[in-house]
């Protein structure tokens, strides 16, 4: 019992160190994201061309701190989030595997271990999320009148919950939800498949299996994981922007209600609002947190099967 608990333990600091690492590689591609999001899916919103467009505003107009706004609710949320996610996959792989190490990926191990780990991390999300996006879509180059901005992370919850009820911090949680259960089953699928080909591939090519080799592996399928993570779930991430940045506190948080409306208006295009970007980000930042999580297991003396 003690060794599984600090082999669990284990995992979890394995988890929270990647998760900062993917905060400082992806939250630039991320503010210009929900800043797409935000204004280019509004009938009268600022149109950006693209997310090049975009960023080149927000350097202009704020400089590099702009593309860090909202950072901190994210270090924080995504320190504890990723913590929770790799720490709880981790566990319930093990248990659900009972002991046993296959050789191959199994679906039926990996699917329910993800969504688990995805819709538990969703609760930690959302208000952190919440935060996050209302902080980012209010830079320099916004819509948001001066006077009801806020002037710090802490402000925006503490006002949230002061204006709209203590379940304000929790709006979009369903969405958020379905995306995280629904995201993370496909992420660690892929992750763990094309991890799981490459080091057959390259064990047969090489006898020399170097660190260098791990490395290249983690970047590739972390990589193609995140990919696949946000190709999948990417039109219930622009309805979760729309629910929590919604100036009206009636406004509709049904997903598929909003994207209804988004798709009728601007087509399938519109419910991919913000891809360029969020692709772009993906592969880094899911590369960042795999080899760091990878590399962290290994310090820590954890066998990751």
């Known amino acids: 019992m003690g060794e599984s608990w600090v082999s669990g333990y284990k995992e979890y600091v394995a988890g929270l160190i990647a998760g900062i690492a993917t905060v400082i590689v992806g939250h630039p591609f991320d503010t210009v ?11 009268h919103g600022i149109r950006y061309k693209n997310g090049l467009h975009c960023t080149a505003r ?5 400089g590099v701190r702009g593309l860090y706004r909202g950072a901190t609710p994210s270090f924080l949320g995504m320190a504890f989030e990723s913590s929770l996610l790799f720490g709880i996959y981790s566990q319930t792989k093990q248990l659900l595997q009972g002991g046993v190490q296959s050789g191959g990926p199994q679906p039926n191990v990996i699917i329910p271990s993800a969504a688990f780990g995805g819709s538990i991390i969703s609760f930690v999300l959302c208000p952190s999320e919440l935060v996050k996006c209302r902080m980012q879509v209010q830079g320099t180059d916004s819509l948001v009148p001066k006077s009801v901005r806020y002037t710090s992370p802490l402000d925006c ?6 204006q709209e009820g203590v379940m304000a911090i929790f709006r979009g949680g369903s969405t ?20 799981y080909y490459m080091h057959l591939k390259l064990k047969a090519a090489s006898s020399d299996h170097s660190n260098l080799i791990d490395m290249g592996i983690g970047i590739v399928s972390g990589g193609l994981g995140g990919v696949a993570f946000w190709s999948a779930v990417l039109p219930l991430d622009v309805a979760k922007t729309i629910i929590q940045t ?4 009636n406004a509709s948080t049904n997903p598929f209600q909003i994207l209804n409306s988004i798709y009728r208006r601007a087509g399938l295009k519109g419910c991919y609002t913000g891809l360029g970007p969020t ?12 080899v760091t999580w990878e590399l962290a297991g290994k310090l820590l003396g954890i066998k990751h099967g």
């Open 58 to 62: 927000i350097l202009r107009t704020e």
């Open 176 to 195: 958020t939800f379905l995306r995280e259960a629904i995201g993370n089953a496909v992420f660690f699928s892929v992750y763990e498949h094309v991890r």
């Open 279 to 290: 692709i772009m980000r993906a592969f880094p930042a899911n590369a960042t947190a795999i």
């Open 33 to 43: 994201k929900v800043k797409l999001q935000k204004h280019n899916t509004e009938v």
């Open 246 to 249: 919604a100036p009206d506190k």
């Open 157 to 162: 919850a503490l006002r949230t919950v002061k």
